[in-house]
């Protein structure tokens, strides 16, 4: 993605071939989005100028990986932020190993009250949160209500900005065999609980999608009732549009301005996904 600072040794020469892809194939394929006017190029243009320029941050960032992920990606994220923020503090959790949104909500409250201890046994200090596939829908469950009695507290998130993450469920979660993967469903008793529970999160989120999400699907991508930020897949990138949206320069750019306290590229209301 052209990212100076990332060093992660697994994605350090993965990441300029990226860029040369990304920036070589301009906006991608499919149709614009009206609510998100930005080419990869500008992107990766407001990047470099923001680097140049590090804000402050208002309050800790808290970035959750994926499904299985080990690390790499929340390393990729944590180091994309430091570059564009001054001194900020950056919390990463793994779900890696996690066999239920229970143990996902228990891995993420002791990561951060151990940063950003609280003395309210009801929350947890301000923070903003990037979830990157299933870290977004766990953030969004442990900012809910607990469904047992085991951990009172709740994350509290200010704002929370989630890439290809399945917060109405995920169409590849109708495949699953375990009581994990099947809690990932759209149908799925956690999706049932948030909705009564929590249908409207006072907290902004912002959701971001590519439009052949073969994972998650465009559909699923933002809490039932909104729409995603969408955005058209890239051409001879060699990885999967799920994994695309995890790594697209537009995204980061449009959420490093939010946190920075900047004008976003995309605009205050997202446009429907495009029909087939």
Same mark, same amino acid.
């Given at each position: 993605?052209?990212?100076?600072?990332?060093? #992660?040794?697994?994605?350090?020469?993965?990441?300029?071939?990226?860029? @040369?892809? /990304?920036?070589?194939?301009?906006?991608? @394929?499919?149709?614009?989005? !009206?609510?998100?006017?930005?080419?990869?190029?500008?992107?990766?243009?407001?990047?470099? $100028?923001?680097?140049?320029?590090?804000?402050?941050?208002?309050?800790?960032? *808290?970035?959750?990986?994926? #499904?299985?992920?080990?690390?790499?990606?929340?390393?990729?994220?944590?180091?994309?932020?430091?570059?564009?923020?001054?001194?900020?503090?950056?919390?990463?959790?793994?779900?890696?190993?996690?066999?239920?949104?229970?143990?996902?909500?228990?891995?993420?409250?002791?990561? *951060?009250?151990?940063?950003?201890?609280?003395?309210?046994?009801?929350?947890?200090?301000?923070?903003?949160?990037?979830?990157? $596939?299933?870290?977004?829908?766990?953030?969004?469950?442990?900012?809910?209500?607990?469904?047992?009695?085991?951990?009172?507290?709740? /994350?509290?998130?200010?704002?929370?900005?989630?890439?290809?993450?399945?917060?109405?469920?995920?169409?590849?979660?109708?495949?699953?065999?375990?009581?994990?993967?099947?809690?990932?469903?759209?149908?799925?008793?956690?999706?049932? +609980?948030?909705?009564?529970?929590?249908?409207?999160?006072? #907290?902004?989120? +912002? $959701?971001?999608?590519?439009?052949?999400?073969?994972?998650?699907?465009?559909?699923?991508?933002?809490?039932?009732?909104?729409? !995603? +930020?969408?955005?058209?897949?890239?051409?001879?990138?060699?990885?999967?549009?799920?994994?695309?949206?995890?790594?697209?320069?537009?995204? +980061?750019?449009?959420?490093?301005?939010?946190?920075?306290?900047?004008?976003?590229?995309?605009?205050?209301?997202?446009?429907?996904?495009?029909?087939?």
């Amino acid at each position: 993605m052209g990212f100076r600072p990332i060093i #992660y040794p697994m994605t350090k020469r993965l990441i300029p071939l990226l860029a @040369t892809c /990304l920036l070589l194939t301009g906006c991608g @394929t499919g149709p614009d989005n !009206p609510s998100f006017p930005v080419s990869l190029t500008g992107a990766h243009m407001a990047v470099l $100028s923001m680097m140049n320029d590090p804000k402050l941050l208002p309050r800790p960032l *808290v970035i959750i990986g994926g #499904y299985e992920d080990p690390g790499i990606l929340q390393t990729i994220s944590s180091q994309y932020f430091q570059a564009v923020a001054q001194n900020p503090k950056i919390v990463t959790v793994s779900l890696n190993g996690c066999g239920s949104f229970e143990e996902c909500r228990s891995r993420i409250l002791d990561a *951060v009250n151990n940063a950003c201890p609280s003395t309210d046994p009801n929350w947890t200090a301000e923070v903003d949160v990037v979830g990157i $596939s299933l870290g977004g829908l766990a953030a969004r469950a442990c900012a809910a209500p607990p469904q047992t009695t085991a951990n009172f507290q709740r /994350l509290k998130i200010v704002r929370l900005f989630t890439l290809s993450s399945p917060l109405a469920g995920a169409r590849v979660a109708k495949l699953g065999f375990t009581s994990f993967q099947m809690e990932i469903r759209p149908d799925s008793e956690l999706q049932k +609980y948030l909705a009564a529970v929590d249908p409207d999160p006072k #907290y902004e989120i +912002y $959701s971001y999608v590519h439009l052949d999400d073969e994972m998650v699907g465009p559909e699923n991508a933002s809490i039932p009732g909104r729409n !995603p +930020y969408w955005l058209p897949n890239i051409p001879l990138v060699p990885i999967l549009p799920h994994e695309q949206m995890m790594i697209d320069e537009r995204a +980061y750019a449009d959420i490093a301005r939010r946190l920075r306290g900047e004008t976003p590229f995309t605009l205050p209301n997202p446009a429907p996904l495009p029909k087939d």
